[in-house]
C-alpha cells in the first residue's frame, strides 16, 4: 500500500527557532500533498495544499510567511516553521493519495513539536 | 452548520458487541467519504473509503452511505480492546480539489 514517510517524529525546539519537517512518498508520486495541524482533543485542521514545482495554496488564517512549505519534487515536501513560539506547539502531520480510483489518504506518522 | 458533524463520545461498547458511528455532512454534492482510526499521539490511518451509495464490507468493518440524508456511518462487527480509537469521518467536497474535511472524531472505548 501507500507509506508516507514523516521526519522527524518528535522536536523540541527554542521559541524563535526555524524546524523544518520533512513529508516523503515512498512508493507512489505526489504531485500535491497536505499539511495538517492538530492540538489535544481537537480534529485535524489542514494547513496548507502543497503543490510540485508551484507554490502552496494556504488555508485561511493560516501565514504562509510562517508556515513554509516546499514542494521541490513528485516525492517530497517540506514544511518548515519559522520563528517558532510555544503557541506553535503541535501535533503537523502530512498526506498524499497516489492517483487512481480508490485510493485513500495516506498519512505520515506525524510530528510532535514542542517549542519551549 | 459544521462541515462535517460526529458525536464526541465516548461511545462505550462492550466486547464483542457491534459498535455504531454516526456523521453527517453538509455539503450535499459530497463526492468520496472516509473513515479514519487514530489512537492517541499518533496518526490517522484509513480504515474505509466509500463514494456510492449503499453498504460496503471489509472485514469487521461496514460502511454505509446515504448521500439522499447527508449521511455516512461506520459498524465495526465483534468489538475488540485493540478497536478502542477515535475514529474520524473524512469528507472530500466536489469541487474541493483533492482536499479532506474532518468531523471532530468520535472517540470509542471497547470494554472487557
Known amino acids: 500500500g501507500a507509506v508516507v514517510s514523516q521526519h522527524p517524529s518528535r522536536v523540541i525546539c527554542k521559541s524563535g527557532t526555524s524546524v523544518k519537517i520533512e513529508c516523503r512518498s515512498l512508493?507512489?508520486?505526489?504531485?500535491?500533498m497536505f499539511w495538517y495541524r492538530q492540538f489535544p482533543k481537537q480534529s485535524l485542521m489542514l494547513m496548507a495544499t502543497?503543490?510540485?514545482?508551484?507554490?502552496?495554496?494556504?488555508e485561511q488564517g493560516v501565514e504562509k510567511d510562517k508556515f513554509l512549505i516546499n514542494h521541490a519534487s513528485l516525492t517530497l515536501s517540506t514544511l518548515t516553521v519559522t520563528s517558532a513560539h510555544p503557541e506553535d506547539s503541535s501535533f503537523y502531520i502530512c498526506s498524499a493519495r497516489p492517483t487512481g480510483e480508490g485510493h485513500g489518504y495516506t498519512f505520515g506518522s506525524g510530528t510532535r513539536l514542542t517549542v519551549v | 452548520q459544521k462541515e462535517v458533524e460526529q458525536n464526541s463520545g465516548p461511545l462505550s461498547v462492550p466486547e464483542g458487541a457491534i459498535a455504531s458511528l454516526n456523521c453527517t455532512y453538509s455539503?450535499?454534492?459530497?463526492?468520496?467519504f472516509f473513515w479514519y482510526r487514530q489512537y492517541s499521539g499518533k496518526s490517522p490511518e484509513l480504515i474505509m473509503s466509500?463514494?456510492?451509495?449503499g453498504d460496503k464490507e471489509d472485514g469487521r468493518f461496514t460502511a454505509q452511505l446515504n448521500k439522499a440524508s447527508q449521511y455516512v456511518s461506520l459498524l465495526i462487527r465483534d468489538s475488540q480492546p485493540s478497536d478502542s480509537a477515535t475514529y474520524l469521518c473524512a469528507v472530500n467536497p466536489r469541487g474541493g480539489g483533492n482536499k479532506l474535511t474532518f468531523g471532530t472524531g468520535t472517540q470509542l472505548k471497547v470494554e472487557l
Open positions: 512508493d507512489f508520486q505526489a504531485t500535491t
Open positions: 455539503d450535499r454534492v459530497s463526492q468520496s
Open positions: 466509500i463514494y456510492s451509495n
Open positions: 502543497s503543490n510540485e514545482g508551484s507554490k502552496a495554496t494556504y
